[in-house]
């Protein structure tokens, strides 16, 4: 059956290495689903690992979350009666004892993420970007990560997350994830002023991008 191309590709940003050739990035959990055979069938996930013409993009500093995978057991964030976070006067969450995270991921389990992900390298589908390309995409990507995982909390993302969407914002790269946690999370930060994050995002030039472009429809029923 052929691949089933997303109306969201034609607009991602071409990757300036090689001609012809689109990319994006995805979060962690796009992976587990894909090598774990964890949640539902997605045609466009498909898309994104059996399609020669895009490449995915993943920062070196989230390989290590990867192979070690773990999740957040207990956010310990202060919450109202609808199970948001409640804010402080300086719209940070509200913390009452630090963030227990579960364990990493089995022996096997690291094993066969490590083989996947040389073998989509092999096929030159991965790139590990290491760098930015001016060291002021790098101050942005700090400043953008600790101001999301301020405005968010760990409530709805995992470790990773807010680098994740740092790290797309700085490069001006569209995410693809399943995590409909984290888009609900980034979006309620980005609705709530009170948090910051919007305020950020126009400082930068990011808040359209951030708004209207950051990620793409991840379910082909609902593109």
């Known amino acids: ?30 992976f587990s689903y894909r090598f774990f055979g964890e949640g539902k069938p997605n045609r466009y996930r498909d898309f994104l690992f059996e399609d020669p013409r895009i490449i995915i993009q993943i920062g070196r500093q989230l390989i290590d979350e990867l192979l070690h995978s773990v999740s957040v057991a207990d956010d310990h964030l ?28 089995p022996s096997k389990l690291h094993r066969t993420m490590w083989e996947q992900l040389g073998h989509l390298q092999e096929r030159e589908k991965l790139v590990l970007v290491g760098a930015f390309a001016t060291s002021e995409q790098w101050i942005l990507f700090g400043r953008l990560s600790k101001s ?7 409530n709805s993302m995992g470790p990773g997350d807010s680098r994740v969407i740092a790290d797309a914002l700085a490069r001006r790269i569209p995410i693809f994830t399943e995590d409909k946690r984290q888009r609900d ?29 950051l990620y793409v429809e991840s379910e082909p029923d609902k593109a």
């Open 78 to 105: 202060k919450r109202d009666k609808k199970n948001r976070p409640v804010l402080d006067a300086e719209g940070h969450p509200v913390r009452l004892a630090p963030a227990a995270f579960a364990p990493g991921l």
């Open 148 to 154: 999301i995982e301020d405005s968010c909390g760990v």
């Open 185 to 213: 999370a980034f979006g309620f930060a980005l609705a709530n002023r009170k948090a910051g994050l919007t305020k950020e995002l126009e400082a930068v030039g990011l808040l359209d991008f951030a708004r209207h472009e």
């Open 1 to 30: 059956m052929p691949l089933e191309i997303p109306p969201w590709f034609a607009r991602l940003p071409e990757f300036s290495r090689r001609p012809g050739h689109k990319t994006i990035i995805v979060d962690n959990q796009v």
